[in-house]
Nanobody
């Protein structure tokens, strides 16, 4: 059974940091592009970051570039999202997802991901 389980969310003050983790099982993790998306109330799901299967390619949404860092540990089947300098507008449910596509363009599109976790809530207070 394939599972993606996010953790690490919580409540933090503006300017603070959080590290999200997404532990996976039941899939060939090392061959998949991994992505993070977020969705705030009444907003569409937004691309946050993605990382290629080798870890050599990392891609970020404009709103998080320079503040967030995505990484992966293929030995642990886990992808991480380090979030620094958090802002109230970063408040959302954060989802990790896996994709069999390998291009940067595909990595930014939620419809190119076929498996999703249930999400973890991140709340940034002002």
């Amino acid at each position: 059974q394939v599972q993606l389980v996010e953790s690490g969310g919580g409540l933090v003050q503006a300017g603070g940091s959080l590290r999200l983790s997404c532990a996976t099982s039941g899939l060939t993790f090392s061959l998949n592009t991994m992505g993070w998306f977020r969705q705030a109330p009444v907003k569409e799901r937004e691309f946050v970051a993605a990382i290629s299967w080798t870890g050599g390619g990392t891609y970020y949404g404009d709103s998080v570039k320079g503040r967030f860092t995505i990484s992966r540990d293929n030995a642990k089947n886990t992808v991480y999202l380090q979030m620094n300098s958090l802002k109230p507008e970063d408040t959302a449910v954060y989802y990790c997802a896996t994709s069999g596509y390998y291009s940067e363009g595909a990595a930014r599109q939620p419809d190119k991901y076929d498996l999703w976790g249930r999400g973890t809530q991140v709340t940034v207070s002002s």
